[in-house]
């Protein structure tokens, strides 16, 4: 499976917000602890709205906590 061009710092973000755990954040935001997991490594490209929701709760704008790589 091919990595995708967007890459994240939730795993950063996480940890400068007192350890939040995967759980914590998925709850805030309304996904599986499994979704978030998937979105930190890469194998997964959260929906416009979850990713405006992460970047909601780090009080990031989202283009801080989401970045694409051109080709």
Do not use: W
């Not at 997964?44 to 790589?69: C, G, K, M, T």
């Amino acid at each position: 499976m091919p990595e995708l061009p967007i890459s994240n710092c939730i795993r950063e973000l996480r940890a400068a917000h007192n350890d939040m755990t995967q759980l914590e954040l998925a709850r805030q935001i309304g996904v599986t602890r499994q979704t978030v997991n998937a979105i930190e490594l890469g194998k997964y490209s959260p929906s416009l709205e979850v990713a405006f929701r992460i970047a909601v709760v780090f009080d990031r704008p989202l283009d801080e906590v989401f970045q694409y790589q051109k080709g």
